[in-house]
């Protein structure tokens, strides 16, 4: 089986701000029995608890913050810090590819709005935990949900999962033998 990530509300697990789910069923059940998931909410995992108040990524200079929506406040450091050790746990566990959620201030890749101090939407990009987790492994297949609707590239990405799945497992160092 391969051991792929996956963001915990597309698992069906009850993560989101509002307390719900956006379980993908059409994914889960294609990868049926191919697939171990590791699901991860790094909102929730970060303490920030589920239910809990909406953030959004707002752009100050060059710097990139996690801001409450109402509130404002902050909690880059908070899961900036979080996603380093959550990312190292990962490699240990030996995933090979990560399914993340698409437009979450945490989980998307590329297609996360981004906001100016005033509110408006400048562009987009990655959320805080999917930009640390590219930066810390490049070569790990990554796709948001909305990309593996199609059949076709729902096996293209398994294909490039079980390449990263046969790199990982022959340049890993050789158990010691046992006496
Ligand atoms: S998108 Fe990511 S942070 Fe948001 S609920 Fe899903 S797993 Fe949690």
């Known amino acids: 089986m391969l051991r792929i990530a996956i ?33 991860v909410c790094p909102e929730a995992e970060c303490g920030m608890g589920t239910p809990r108040e909406p953030v959004r990524l707002v752009r100050t200079g060059s710097r990139i ?8 406040n902050e909690v880059t450091q908070q899961m900036e ?10 490699v240990e566990a030996g995933i090979c590819a990560y399914v993340l959620k698409a437009r979450s201030p945490s ?3 590329g297609s996360t709005p981004l906001f100016d101090a005033e509110g408006n939407t400048e562009r987009t990009g990655s959320g805080l935990f999917a930009a640390a987790l590219v930066a810390r492994l490049p070569d790990l ?17 398994l294909e490039r999962a079980r ?8 340049t890993s160092p050789p158990s010691p033998p046992s006496r």
Do not use: K
């Open 7 to 39: 963001s915990a509300c597309l698992f069906g697990e009850r993560v989101r701000y509002n307390g719900g789910h956006r379980r993908d069923d059409a994914l889960l059940d294609a990868w049926r029995g191919i697939v171990e998931w590791v699901p």
């Open 65 to 72: 913050r996690m801001l409450g929506v109402d509130s404002r």
């Open 81 to 90: 810090s979080f996603a380093r050790g959550r990312i190292d746990a990962l």
């Open 107 to 109: 989980c998307g890749v």
């Open 141 to 157: 297949p990554v796709a948001e949900e909305e990309g593996l609707a199609d059949p076709h590239q729902r096996e293209a990405f």
């Open 163 to 170: 390449a990263f799945e046969r790199a990982r497992t022959t």
